[in-house]
Structures are given as structure tokens and as C-alpha cells.
């Protein structure tokens, strides 16, 4: 996949970073350990994702929240699509279309099936269909969101409460 790096405010030391050169509906991808987040960059420094288990070890709604939110200190890159059927305002209005609704699911319905829904028309998911491909590689993966999740979860004092 064709990604460009970029740098967030927490990145540059605290400096307000610059979102003028971020294109409108650009598909945004927060390199996490392990696993990649996605999300829709909608103007104003602020992006639409699937929170999923990206922010918590609850599971979260499609919300729009600050561009350094998104990326939560992670690095910060643009994902091309070259064949995207809706473009700028028109992938804006349908990644906000959706803001509230709360069915993540991990293997159907992630934050990366959110932008490819946004940009192509049609629910995908990358990350899913290499980790169903490759059983090692999905292993990989599933040990990295375990421990996100967990470390999510202690961080909020809510790990106990979420295996009692």
C-alpha cells in the first residue's frame, strides 16, 4: 500500500502541527504495534474513525475527535487510494454519515472497513484478509491487540472489572 509519512503536533515536540497540506478525506493510517488504525481526515485538524478497541478496552462508537487523538502519539501516514469512487467533501459526508453508530466488529466491521466503505463503496479489510491468509501473521496480530487491549484497560483501571 502506497503511504506517505507525516508528522502530528505531539510528534514535533508539542508545536501545533500543520493540516493545510492534509488533503479532505484523506484516508489516515496510525501505525499501532502490531496493527494499523484508519481513519477519514474531515478538515480542522480533526478525524472520522472507528474508536473499535483503538482508544479503550471498551468498544467505541464511529466518532470525530483531533487529529492527535487519532494517532494517540503513533506514527501518522496518508494511505492513497487511487481508484476511490467518492472523494473530499463527498467522503466526508459519508464518514460523518455514520458518526455514532456502534457495531465494530474486529473481522467484519473494523475501522479499516470504515474508510475503504467511505472511499470505494464496499466494506474491506487488508489487515483481516492477510491475517485469515496467513495464520502466523494474524497470531502476530492478535497477540498485539491482546496486549493494546490489556494495556488500554489498565491504564483506565478496567481491566479487573472487564475478565470478573
Same mark, same amino acid.
Given at each position: 500500500?502506497?503511504?506517505?509519512? !507525516?508528522?502530528?503536533?505531539?510528534?514535533?515536540?508539542?508545536?501545533?502541527?500543520?493540516?493545510?497540506?492534509?488533503? =479532505?478525506?484523506?484516508?489516515?493510517?496510525?501505525?499501532?504495534?502490531?496493527?494499523?488504525?484508519?481513519?477519514?481526515?474531515?478538515?480542522?485538524?480533526?478525524?472520522? %474513525?472507528?474508536?473499535?478497541?483503538?482508544?479503550?478496552? %471498551?468498544?467505541?462508537?464511529?466518532?470525530?475527535?483531533?487529529?492527535?487523538?487519532?494517532?494517540?502519539?503513533?506514527?501518522?501516514? =496518508?494511505?492513497?487510494?487511487?481508484?476511490?469512487?467518492? =472523494?473530499?467533501?463527498?467522503?466526508?459526508?459519508?464518514?460523518?454519515?455514520?458518526?455514532?453508530?456502534?457495531?465494530?466488529?474486529?473481522?467484519?466491521?473494523?475501522?479499516?472497513?470504515?474508510?475503504?466503505?467511505? !472511499?470505494?463503496?464496499?466494506?474491506?479489510?487488508?489487515?483481516?484478509?492477510?491475517?485469515?491468509? &496467513?495464520?502466523?501473521?494474524?497470531? &502476530?496480530? !492478535?497477540?498485539?491487540?491482546?496486549?493494546?487491549?490489556?494495556?488500554?484497560?489498565?491504564?483506565?483501571?478496567?481491566?479487573?472489572?472487564?475478565?470478573?
Amino acid at each position: 500500500m502506497n503511504t506517505n509519512l !507525516l508528522q502530528t503536533s505531539s510528534e514535533a515536540g508539542g508545536e501545533q502541527a500543520s493540516t493545510i497540506d492534509l488533503p =479532505i478525506g484523506a484516508h489516515l493510517v496510525s501505525a499501532r504495534s502490531g496493527y494499523e488504525h484508519h481513519g477519514i481526515y474531515v478538515g480542522n485538524g480533526r478525524v472520522v %474513525h472507528y474508536a473499535g478497541f483503538a482508544g479503550s478496552a %471498551h468498544r467505541g462508537p464511529v466518532e470525530e475527535v483531533e487529529l492527535d487523538r487519532f494517532a494517540a502519539g503513533h506514527p501518522l501516514s =496518508i494511505r492513497a487510494t487511487p481508484c476511490a469512487r467518492y =472523494i473530499g467533501e463527498e467522503a466526508v459526508c459519508r464518514a460523518r454519515s455514520r458518526l455514532g453508530e456502534n457495531r465494530y466488529r474486529l473481522l467484519t466491521n473494523n475501522c479499516e472497513h470504515f474508510c475503504a466503505w467511505v !472511499l470505494l463503496g464496499e466494506s474491506r479489510s487488508e489487515q483481516v484478509h492477510c491475517s485469515l491468509r &496467513h495464520p502466523r501473521t494474524g497470531m &502476530h496480530v !492478535l497477540m498485539c491487540l491482546v496486549k493494546a487491549f490489556v494495556e488500554s484497560g489498565v491504564k483506565g483501571g478496567r481491566v479487573a472489572a472487564q475478565f470478573a
